[in-house]
């Protein structure tokens, strides 16, 4: 089973920047596509963003789009979400996993905690 670690989650101020990874604990993680999920306070898990097993396709949520950017390193097992112009509403909790339509592959991980207050 392929679990996940999630880091680089923290307080950061609107405006600001914060850059997540993921990284898998299996090279099988290469032929997945991967996906960022997020779970405000009081609110649904919700896909961000996604990326094919090669990374040269990526799709976001509408609120993000323009703001975040999703990268891939297979070599390093690792997934990759850059976030810039951070506003209030992207405090979260954000995880990784691997969409498999209304489902996913894989385990939770433990997530990692993103606010943005100031």
């Known amino acids: 089973q392929v679990l996940l670690v999630e880091s680089g989650g923290d307080l950061v101020q609107p405006g600001g920047s914060l850059r997540l990874s993921c990284a898998a604990s299996?090279?099988?993680?290469?032929?997945?596509?991967m996906g960022w999920y997020r779970q405000g306070p009081g609110r649904q898990r919700e896909l961000v963003a996604t990326?094919?097993?090669?990374?040269?396709?990526?799709m976001y949520l509408a609120s993000v789009k323009g703001r975040f950017t999703l990268s891939r390193d297979n070599a390093k097992n690792t997934v990759y979400l850059q976030m810039n112009d951070l506003k209030p509403e992207d405090t979260a909790v954000y995880y990784c996993?691997?969409?498999?339509?209304?489902?996913?592959?894989?385990?939770w991980g433990q997530g990692t905690q993103v606010t943005v207050s100031s």
């Open positions: 996993n691997s969409p498999r339509g209304v489902t996913y592959w894989f385990d």
């Open positions: 299996e090279r099988i993680f290469s032929n997945y596509v």
């Open positions: 990326i094919s097993t090669f990374g040269r396709t990526m």
